[in-house]
């Protein structure tokens, strides 16, 4: 008596899994066959049907614009000496690097029309922060606030070699579309968007993100490549020199134990290393935009570079659902008008009078749908 193993296959079941498989291949072939066609409408339906990240984009030309207008107020008393004609000193290194025209108007310059660039440079960062005229404004700012990097260029950081980068990218983009001049001014005349606009404006939007991810990756691979950063006591030398430790007391307080220190050298690597992959997922994403944010806040306090920190995490905005971006606008909102309710002499009397309507804004659907968090149709603004 022969007994069969029953994890032997027999000769039917393998003329019948033979027989079964091109079966299930072309079902899945014909299953798949416009998979190509959907996907290509799929892409050509996200750059054509509506301005993606509006509000990032909105927070982001706000937060860069107050940034560099804070920085050209605060370096008036030095800018003659740093960027006009007292820079004289730095011409060779001006040589080397090359910068063509009109970068390079200022090189010659005199006093006066040094200050009429500058004067025109803040004008036009004012213009660039309340959203006017946003299509002009935004290339011009990118040719007088490079022409004056373009003088000293030693003393700059990333925060502006970032920022002239992220103005290219804007001058294709709508950045004034939301809590701007400009799109009171649309609203009035009730203007329409054209495709090619909102082509050019999601491209963009794409590259700045890119440019984002390609910045973080670069920096944690190349941190990953340090030894300091491989023992984990990077982030103590910094905070000890006199060239970053501004505040001796806080970096004493971050670096007085040696875990804390261990654990923000590898935070910092693994945050950024791992920033691109945590975007896919809406829980990781952010965990990766707080993580980034915490990064950011300690580099600007504890070293002492706002400007740099500021403009990053004003680049980070655009990952933001505008749905949140429009919470967090009714959240300040309320607590502006409780904080100014509260204050002598500005308590609003009740009355008879019927309370004017509160103005509200939609938050965008496509920004909705890509938060996981539970939004109202309509939120106060």
């Known amino acids: 008596m022969t007994l069969k193993n029953s994890t032997t296959p027999t000769a039917e079941s393998s003329e019948v899994a033979t027989s079964e498989s ?61 960027w006009g004609p007292g820079s004289a000193y730095w011409d060779p290194y001006r040589e080397i690097l090359g910068y063509q025209w009109p970068l390079n108007l200022l090189r010659h310059a005199g006093t006066g029309p040094f200050w009429l660039w500058y004067v025109a440079t803040i004008l036009l960062s004012v213009a660039f922060l309340i959203g006017w005229r946003t299509r002009i404004v935004t290339p011009l700012l990118f040719v007088f606030y490079a022409g004056i990097n373009a003088q000293n260029v030693a003393i700059a950081d990333g925060g502006n070699y970032f920022f002239r980068i992220m103005l290219i990218y804007l001058v ?4 004034s579309r939301r809590w701007s001049l400009d799109s009171r001014r649309r609203a009035r005349k009730n203007a329409k968007e054209t495709e090619a606009g909102t082509v050019l404006h999601n491209l963009a939007l794409c590259l700045v993100v890119a440019q984002l991810c390609t910045v973080y990756l670069e920096a944690g691979l190349y ?10 006591t990077a982030m103590y030398y910094p905070l000890k020199s006199d060239f ?14 040696s875990w804390t220190v261990v654990l923000v050298t590898y935070f910092s690597v693994l945050i950024q290393v791992a920033f691109t992959f945590m975007l896919f997922n809406r829980t990781t994403r952010r965990i990766a935009l707080l993580g980034i944010l915490c990064m950011h806040l300690g580099i600007a306090i504890l070293m002492g570079l706002p400007f740099f920190s500021g403009i990053m995490a004003s680049a980070d905005a655009v990952l933001v659902s505008g749905a949140t971006w429009v919470l967090i606008a009714g959240w300040l909102g309320r607590g502006r008008r409780s904080l100014l309710g509260r204050l002598p002499g500005k308590r609003f009397a009740k009355s008879s009078t019927p309370a004017a309507p509160v103005v509200t804004e939609t938050a965008p659907e ?11 149709d309509r939120v106060g603004v």
């Open 22 to 82: 091109p079966a299930t291949i072309r079902g899945w072939i014909k299953k798949s066959r416009y998979a190509p066609v959907k996907f290509i409408n799929m892409i050509t339906g996200w750059f054509t049907g509506n301005r993606h990240a509006d509000y990032g984009l909105a927070v982001m030309r706000i937060a860069s614009g107050f940034l560099v207008l804070g920085w050209l107020v605060l370096n008036i008393p030095v800018a003659a000496r740093v």
């Open 172 to 175: 294709f983009a709508d950045v």
């Open 223 to 232: 941190k990953v490549q340090g030894s300091l950063w491989q023992n984990g």
């Open 244 to 257: 970053y430790g501004v505040f001796p007391a806080l970096s004493d307080l971050a670096t007085h134990f």
């Open 366 to 376: 496509d920004d909705a749908t890509d938060d996981s968090m539970t939004v109202p």
